[in-house]
């Protein structure tokens, strides 16, 4: 995962705001636009006071990391410095028109210098396909249709919560890292993806075909017809369906031909199954 996606982060509805009429807000969380090379910062002004945080993703070699900042703010510039908890430091200047700015910094420490200028975008409902890409298109696809042992998650309604709590695999994603209506507009930005180009996968269809004369219809383990007795699954992680789906076990088949895709799907149709409170296994 790339460290930028770290500090980002607020409302594009405060964007907004602050373009209508008076002075045009500086606040917010900024990202460089593309994918270009610089900090994502995200600061806060106090008449003429500026705070906040930038993070340096990986592309950054050593200067990577999560900088405090402070400084100063004018009408259309904040100047800000600050250190990485090893005492690196990072200045920047950010100039900011409407909801596009331009930004300078440097990064130098005992072993460490980098320079540059990057284009800013404010983070927000605008970007949340940005932010899906440091965050989660590493392991979920840059289509959010799952990579090998990773998910599809195009159609799950679960992002929030799921990157709040997180999972064999998968790392939480505290607030101090991504607010919660980041996540929302990440949500939201899926649900898009679902809309226009559903999975076409039919999950009912490959589980009833495939798994339930062993396990069950409803996922909650039985037993066939030559007594062998299937597990309950609902409760399982993605993970060991996966697994148990490309290498079989001790009397359960193998399923070479299903696709990423399917086994996707599939693992998403058992884990909707999953009861409030989890079955004592
Ligand atoms: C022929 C019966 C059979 C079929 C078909 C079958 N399984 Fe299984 N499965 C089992 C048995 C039996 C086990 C317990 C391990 C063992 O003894 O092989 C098991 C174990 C599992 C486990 C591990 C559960 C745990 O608690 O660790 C998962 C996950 C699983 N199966 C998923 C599936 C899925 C998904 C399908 C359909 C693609 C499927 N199985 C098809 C019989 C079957
Ligand atoms: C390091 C890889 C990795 C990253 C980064 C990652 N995920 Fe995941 N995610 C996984 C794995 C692995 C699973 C399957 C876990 C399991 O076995 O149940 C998963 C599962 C999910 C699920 C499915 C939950 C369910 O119950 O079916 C959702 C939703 C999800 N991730 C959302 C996200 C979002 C949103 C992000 C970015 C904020 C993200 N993930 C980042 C690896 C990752």
């Known amino acids: 995962m790339r460290v930028a996606s770290v500090a980002v982060l607020v409302l ?14 500086l606040e917010g969380a900024w990202a460089p636009s593309g994918h270009t090379f610089g900090p994502t910062c995200e600061w806060q002004v106090v008449r003429r006071s500026a705070r906040g945080t930038c ?3 990986a592309t950054a070699g ?4 999560l900088y405090d900042v402070t400084g100063g703010a004018g009408r259309r510039t904040v100047h800000l ?3 990485r908890p090893d005492g690196v430091r990072l200045h920047v200047t950010a100039r900011v028109m ?7 910094f440097r990064v130098h420490g005992p072993h460490v210098h980098a320079r540059g200028t990057a284009t800013l975008a404010r983070v927000g409902a605008a970007n949340a396909g940005w932010t ?17 042992g990773r998910p599809a998650i195009r159609c799950s309604a679960r992002a929030v919560d799921t990157a709040r709590t ?16 980041a996540l929302s507009d990440v949500q939201a930005w899926l649900q898009t993806l679902c809309a226009s180009d559903p999975p076409g996968v039919a999950a009912a269809d490959l589980y009833a075909s495939d798994c339930a004369r062993c396990h069950g219809a409803d996922a909650a383990g039985t037993s066939n017809v030559s007594g062998i007795q299937g597990p309950d699954l609902r409760c399982r992680s993605y993970q060991i369906i996966a697994a148990e789906i490309s290498d079989g076990d001790a009397y359960m088949p193998s399923f070479p031909e ?12 058992v884990r909707g199954r999953c009861p409030t409170t989890p079955p004592p296994y």
Request: hydrophobic share 40%; with cysteine.
């Open 12 to 25: 594009a509805a405060q964007a907004v705001a602050g373009t209508a009429g008076s002075a045009p807000s």
């Open 55 to 57: 993070a340096l993703d």
């Open 62 to 65: 050593s200067a990577a990391g």
């Open 81 to 83: 410095s600050g250190a």
């Open 98 to 104: 409407g909801d596009v700015g331009r930004l300078r």
């Open 132 to 148: 899906y890409d440091s965050m989660c298109g590493s392991c979920h696809g840059a289509d959010a249709r799952g990579t090998p």
């Open 166 to 181: 997180g999972l064999p695999g998968m790392q939480v994603f505290p607030p101090a890292e991504v607010p919660t209506d």
């Open 258 to 269: 299903l696709t990423n895709a399917e086994v996707s799907a599939i693992g998403a149709f």
